[in-house]
């Protein structure tokens, strides 16, 4: 079936560090790739999409390129603020019949002044 | 718009008792998913309708979960009776398509002692 694998975290980084989020997945067929994030004490927001391969999603300045070579979906941003800090989830939605999104378990990051 | 509107935010309640979660999907969202999120098992799928009607509910737990939509504003995940395993974050999310973004209200943590 569906699978999502994400690092492990927590992430912990200074201000103003380079991010990077590993994703890697299994799907059938041509699956869209989501990044979601998760604020303390609120529900999951979509932070960035891509639908098919070399897609780049991008927002508030994370990135993440559709890699189908590499089945990953990697999330970046050059310079992480504080209000960065949250949990971070990859999740794939095969689109093979299946109507669900296959979460991977989150990525902790917290970053310090 | 106000979003995916959950309630209660957060419930605790004594084993054997009956728990009644709410959400109100984003007007005129034709799906509307509950999921469950643990530290164990990250988030997963319970159960899905469109246009009101439960279309997959292979992920309910079992026999004491149910979960009902009654009309197009309004869902409940029902849990009776419960268990201190039905600890965790339950989710409601909404979507205007079979692929568009899904929506996530803030979930209700729920406490069974």
């Known amino acids: 079936g569906d699978s999502v694998t994400q690092m492990e975290g927590p992430v912990t980084l200074s201000e103003e560090a380079f991010l990077t989020i590993n994703c890697t997945y299994t799907?059938?067929?041509?699956?869209?790739l989501f990044w979601y994030v998760q604020y303390p004490g609120e529900g999951l927001q979509l932070l960035l999409k891509?639908?098919?391969?070399?897609d780049k999603g991008s927002n508030k300045g994370f990135e993440a390129t559709y890699r189908k070579e590499t089945t990953s979906f990697h999330l970046e941003k050059g310079s992480v603020q504080v209000s960065d800090s949250a949990v971070y989830f990859c999740?794939?939605?095969?689109?093979?019949?299946?109507?669900?999104?296959?979460f991977g378990k989150g990525t902790k990051l917290s970053v310090i002044p | 718009d106000a979003g995916v509107i959950q309630s209660p935010r957060h419930e605790v309640t004594e084993m054997g008792q009956e728990v009644t979660l709410r959400c109100k999907p984003i007007s005129g969202h034709d799906y509307l998913f509950w999921y469950r999120q643990t530290m164990m098992r990250g988030l997963e799928l319970l159960i899905y309708f469109n246009n009101n009607v439960p279309i997959d509910d292979s992920g309910m737990p079992e026999d004491r979960f149910s979960a009902k939509m009654p009309n197009a504003s309004f869902s409940t995940l029902k849990i009776q009776p419960s268990e201190p395993r039905d600890s965790a974050v339950y989710f409601c999310?909404?979507?205007?398509?079979?692929?568009?973004?899904?929506?996530f209200g803030p979930g209700t943590r729920l406490l069974v002692l």
């Open positions: 799907a059938t067929g041509y699956p869209s």
């Open positions: 999740a794939l939605h095969s689109g093979a019949g299946s109507y669900q999104l296959t």
């Open positions: 891509a639908t098919k391969a070399d």
């Open positions: 999310a909404s979507s205007a398509g079979l692929k568009e973004t899904q929506y």
